[in-house]
């Protein structure tokens, strides 16, 4: 039995599978911040009403907007790179 090419075949398995994973995770960050205008809507009449308020909220859904857009992927590609590098090194 080929030790090697059972080695190598359970990791084109391993890549082929998170590589889709990957590029599933990717697509649900890019549609969640390319719909998070529409869905955090703020009425700008509230800001002649109540100022404090409105800007309370702003700076709430920017944060937001921020971890989607910075924080989030971040994570997941220094999570998913150190699941890789963890599997690779454990079946050397």
């Not at 990717?26 to 390319?34: G, H, P, V």
Request: proline share 2%; net charge negative; hydrophobic share 40%.
């Amino acid at each position: 039995m080929d030790f090697g090419r059972g080695y190598l075949t359970t990791l084109k398995f391993y890549f082929v599978h998170y590589g889709n994973f990957l590029d599933f995770i990717e697509a649900y960050i890019k549609s969640t911040i390319d719909s998070f205008d529409a869905e955090n809507l703020i009425d700008v009449k509230l800001e002649d009403e109540n100022p404090e308020y409105y800007h309370f909220l702003v700076d709430d859904i920017y944060e937001k907007w921020w971890q989607y857009r910075r924080d989030f992927p971040g994570e997941f590609r220094a999570t998913f790179l150190s699941q890789v590098i963890i599997v690779v090194l454990t079946r050397i």
